[in-house]
């Protein structure tokens, strides 16, 4: 094992998918001289060349479509954004383009794309930099749709995201940049698609992914000492998701809280809660909860922000009422 | 009588000079003054500053009517106060506070007052310019006297709505004033290394639109300019594009090393510093001497502290205000 950073694991990802396939190449605004606005492709311009390390003008729906294009002729463009709230000028080509191509033209253009960056909330940045567009992302058939939170599952999925042939969207957060944790050596692959089981426990079922799942573990180890045990369920990929992990979970505790930064209306928790009732729905002991994100803009005013956002307080409080201890 | 004194052979107003020249110094006083107010973590989040680019500012908003429009985007504090918000609501708003400018709901880069017809700082790279279309629209479509200012940086220039905005504009004729604030640089990257003109001003060519470039670090040059390209934005009732010549002397954020662009390239623009420029030709035409210049600083120090001071000692908002404002209230 190696410790380092979810910055340094993303780009030890694109450095390793990089050396092993001439077709894969980066793109976006700032990435190459500047080493990335948060400096995850630190060093590749230097190892690569700019031929395949790109800086982009900001047109992110002009690049976006580049690579598109570029993935239907047969290379496998890696395209930051600078944040998932820039890449909103992109979802034409996202949504429109990239997600259809393969089923539209019968088979014959799959779309080997990653679109990748920071996504939610980061600190005091107001309504139009602090979105999270999961549910919207999820929404649309076609596209893979990633969240990670710890940097094995940063490496390990983005490796396995660039050798997908679909378009895979992958979600990073500002906040967790600098979190540190152990990272496989070697060849390290996560399989898209399969969940994990952080925490074990017998009284709740918690379900998170990405930077709110940091929120979780600090809400389940104050549970603990609470005397309540959680199963804390990573999903680390939304779609296709991991149900199965959840259902075998839910079956165990019969109980529920969903944690998610998400706005509550047609969220991803809004999709899982409505899987377990279908699934589960002998083995519930209570409503499923969800914690979401208030549904407003997100504030500037540093204690509006924080009312705005899931916290482990309203974590604990839903976990309170799937016990009946409120 | 004595003649009237001239500059460069364009006759000069000691009045109109001394006003440019301290609201230049009020702008580069406050604009130090929120970078201090970050760093010394009074506030967070993104804070982009104006410094170095005074004059464009001075410049323009000293030839506009109170009723028209300004838009710009998330580097737009000092713009929000020369369009006449009050510094202390500004410096509120950069605290998020109850009493800012948007009642701290904005923040740095979301100055807003419907009162002094400053339709915000905008986040989104090049979103302003539709609307900026939309407004000088709604001119038209009421036959207002006013025009619409729409700030633009170097890079949003590569925004695909731009292009769609302004083909807008020139195939609608709507009284839309782009002002494209060229500080050479997009963040990190150097506005050549994305673009395939020499000057942005070409832009304009593709609409048949009437355009300019100008030296934006010279306030005057920017006045004599302004002045006759608003009235005729006014009288003509349609577009005109200006790429404004300025350099920015701080990171592109706070939070910037700024390791894309040399000391001495920086230094070279210092050199050419618009207070310092406007300074040296007051001087000149013994218009103000170093008492003057030496007052009028310490003056304009304590209102900015002033300003500061009304922000910290404002309240923030109540914690009801995170549910008002989704929606707009029933009428
Ligand atoms: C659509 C979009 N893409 C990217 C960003 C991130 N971003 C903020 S400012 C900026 C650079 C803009 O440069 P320019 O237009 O020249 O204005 P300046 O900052 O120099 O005033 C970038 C890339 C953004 N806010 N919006
Ligand atoms: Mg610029």
Same mark, same amino acid.
């Given at each position: 094992?190696k410790? *380092?950073?979810?910055?340094?694991?993303?780009?030890e990802a694109?450095?390793?998918? *990089?050396?092993?396939?001439?077709?894969?190449?980066l793109?976006?605004?700032?990435?190459?001289?500047?080493?990335g606005?948060?400096?995850v492709s630190?060093?590749?311009?230097k190892?690569?060349?700019?031929?395949?390390?790109?800086?982009?003008?900001?047109?992110?729906?002009g690049?976006a479509?580049?690579?598109?294009?570029?993935?239907?002729?047969?290379?496998?463009p890696?395209?930051? *954004? *600078?944040?998932?709230?820039f890449?909103?000028?992109?979802?034409?080509?996202?949504?429109?383009?990239?997600?259809?191509?393969?089923?539209?033209?019968?088979g014959?253009?799959?779309?080997?794309?990653?679109?990748?960056?920071?996504?939610?909330?980061?600190?005091?940045?107001?309504?139009?930099?602090?979105?999270n567009?999961?549910p919207?992302?999820?929404?649309?058939?076609g596209?893979?749709?990633?969240?990670?939170a710890?940097?094995?599952?940063?490496?390990?999925?983005l490796k396995?995201?660039?050798?997908?042939?679909?378009?895979?969207v992958?979600?990073?957060?500002?906040?967790?940049y600098?979190?540190?944790?152990?990272v496989?050596?070697?060849e390290?692959?996560i399989?898209?698609?399969?969940?994990?089981?952080c925490?074990?426990?017998?009284?709740?079922?918690?379900?998170?992914?990405?930077?709110?799942?940091?929120?979780?573990?600090?809400?389940?180890?104050q549970?603990?000492?609470?005397?309540?045990?959680?199963?804390l369920?990573d999903l680390?990929?939304?779609?296709?998701?991991?149900?199965?992990?959840?259902?075998?979970?839910?079956?165990?505790?019969?109980r529920?809280?969903?944690?998610e930064?998400?706005w509550?209306?047609?969220?991803?928790?809004?999709?899982?809660?409505?899987r377990?009732?279908?699934?589960c729905?002998?083995?519930?002991d209570?409503p499923?909860?969800?914690?979401?994100?208030?549904?407003?803009?997100?504030?500037?005013?540093?204690?509006?922000?924080?009312?705005?956002?899931?916290?482990?307080?309203?974590?604990?409080?839903?976990?309170?009422?799937v016990?009946y201890?409120? | 009588?004595?003649?009237?004194?001239?500059?460069?052979?364009?006759?000069?107003?000691?009045e109109?000079?001394?006003?440019?020249y301290?609201?230049?110094l009020?702008?580069?006083?406050?604009?130090?003054?929120a970078n201090?107010?970050?760093?010394?973590?009074?506030?967070?989040?993104?804070?982009?500053? %104006?410094i170095g680019?005074e004059?464009?500012?001075?410049?323009?908003?000293?030839c506009?009517?109170?009723?028209?429009y300004?838009?710009?985007?998330?580097?737009s504090?000092?713009?929000?106060?020369?369009?006449?918000?009050?510094?202390?609501?500004?410096?509120?708003?950069?605290?998020?506070?109850?009493?800012g400018?948007s009642?701290?709901?904005?923040?740095?880069?979301?100055?807003?007052s419907?009162?002094?017809?400053f339709?915000?700082?905008?986040?989104?790279?090049?979103?302003?310019a539709?609307?900026?279309?939309?407004?000088?629209f709604?001119?038209?479509?009421?036959?207002?006297?006013?025009?619409?200012?729409?700030?633009?940086?170097?890079?949003?220039?590569?925004?695909?709505?731009?292009?769609e905005?302004?083909?807008?504009?020139?195939?609608w004729k709507?009284?839309?004033?782009?002002?494209?604030?060229?500080?050479?640089?997009g963040?990190?990257?150097?506005? %050549?290394r994305?673009?395939?003109?020499?000057?942005?001003?070409k832009?304009?060519?593709?609409?048949?639109?009437?355009?300019?470039?100008?030296?934006?670090?010279?306030?005057?040059?920017?006045?004599? %300019?302004?002045?006759?390209?608003?009235?005729f934005?006014?009288k003509?009732?349609e577009?005109?594009?200006?790429?404004?010549?300025?350099?920015?002397?701080k990171?592109h954020?706070?939070?910037?090393?700024g390791?894309?662009?040399?000391?001495e390239?920086?230094?070279?623009?210092?050199?050419?510093?618009?207070?310092?420029q406007l300074?040296e030709?007051?001087?000149?035409?013994?218009?103000?001497?170093?008492?003057?210049f030496k007052a009028w600083?310490?003056?304009?120090?304590?209102?900015?502290?002033?300003?500061e001071?009304?922000?910290?000692?404002s309240?923030?908002?109540?914690?009801?205000?995170?549910?008002?404002?989704?929606?707009?209230?029933?009428?």
């Amino acid at each position: 094992m190696k410790t *380092m950073t979810i910055r340094e694991a993303l780009g030890e990802a694109m450095q390793e998918e *990089m050396e092993r396939d001439p077709k894969v190449f980066l793109m976006g605004e700032e990435v190459a001289e500047y080493d990335g606005a948060y400096k995850v492709s630190r060093g590749l311009l230097k190892t690569f060349g700019p031929k395949r390390v790109i800086d982009t003008p900001i047109s992110e729906g002009g690049f976006a479509g580049v690579g598109v294009g570029a993935a239907m002729a047969g290379l496998r463009p890696i395209v930051e *954004m *600078m944040t998932w709230n820039f890449a909103i000028q992109a979802f034409d080509q996202i949504i429109n383009h990239a997600a259809k191509m393969n089923y539209m033209s019968g088979g014959q253009f799959p779309v080997p794309i990653v679109f990748r960056g920071p996504n939610g909330a980061a600190h005091m940045l107001s309504a139009q930099h602090s979105q999270n567009l999961d549910p919207l992302l999820t929404n649309v058939p076609g596209l893979k749709v990633i969240s990670v939170a710890n940097p094995s599952d940063a490496k390990g999925l983005l490796k396995s995201a660039i050798r997908d042939n679909n378009p895979v969207v992958f979600l990073e957060s500002e906040m967790l940049y600098a979190l540190k944790g152990e990272v496989p050596e070697g060849e390290h692959l996560i399989p898209i698609g399969q969940g994990k089981l952080c925490q074990e426990g017998n009284d709740v079922t918690i379900v998170s992914w990405g930077k709110i799942s940091r929120v979780a573990i600090e809400a389940v180890s104050q549970l603990a000492e609470q005397g309540v045990s959680c199963d804390l369920i990573d999903l680390r990929t939304l779609v296709p998701m991991d149900e199965a992990l959840v259902f075998a979970s839910v079956r165990k505790t019969h109980r529920a809280v969903i944690v998610e930064e998400n706005w509550p209306f047609a969220s991803v928790g809004a999709q899982i809660s409505d899987r377990i009732q279908h699934e589960c729905f002998d083995d519930l002991d209570a409503p499923v909860e969800r914690v979401s994100q208030e549904p407003v803009p997100v504030p500037y005013s540093e204690g509006l922000e924080h009312l705005a956002l899931p916290s482990v307080d309203k974590i604990l409080a839903a976990v309170k009422r799937v016990t009946y201890k409120s | 009588m004595k003649a009237p004194k001239t500059l460069r052979n364009v006759a000069v107003d000691r009045e109109l000079m001394v006003d440019m020249y301290r609201k230049m110094l009020f702008f580069r006083r406050f604009e130090e003054r929120a970078n201090l107010a970050y760093t010394q973590q009074k506030f967070s989040g993104f804070c982009h500053l %104006h410094i170095g680019q005074e004059a464009l500012n001075v410049g323009v908003q000293t030839c506009l009517q109170p009723d028209d429009y300004v838009i710009s985007g998330y580097r737009s504090h000092t713009q929000a106060i020369a369009k006449g918000i009050p510094a202390q609501k500004v410096f509120a708003e950069l605290l998020g506070k109850s009493e800012g400018c948007s009642s701290g709901k904005g923040g740095s880069m979301h100055m807003f007052s419907k009162e002094h017809r400053f339709f915000g700082g905008h986040g989104i790279v090049g979103g302003q310019a539709p609307l900026a279309v939309g407004m000088a629209f709604k001119v038209n479509y009421e036959q207002e006297n006013s025009i619409v200012v729409c700030y633009l940086g170097d890079a949003a220039m590569n925004q695909g709505q731009v292009f769609e905005a302004m083909n807008i504009a020139a195939t609608w004729k709507v009284p839309v004033l782009f002002i494209i604030e060229n500080n050479l640089y997009g963040m990190g990257t150097a506005i %050549h290394r994305t673009t395939s003109i020499d000057h942005l001003y070409k832009r304009a060519l593709a609409f048949d639109m009437k355009h300019s470039m100008i030296d934006a670090m010279n306030v005057l040059t920017v006045y004599e %300019h302004m002045k006759s390209t608003v009235a005729f934005v006014r009288k003509n009732k349609e577009p005109f594009l200006v790429e404004a010549m300025t350099y920015r002397y701080k990171g592109h954020s706070v939070s910037d090393a700024g390791t894309y662009r040399t000391k001495e390239e920086v230094e070279e623009y210092q050199k050419r510093d618009p207070i310092l420029q406007l300074q040296e030709d007051l001087a000149r035409l013994d218009f103000a001497d170093d008492d003057a210049f030496k007052a009028w600083d310490k003056e304009i120090r304590e209102q900015v502290k002033e300003a500061e001071a009304f922000a910290e000692a404002s309240p923030p908002p109540d914690e009801r205000e995170l549910w008002t404002n989704v929606f707009a209230d029933e009428t």
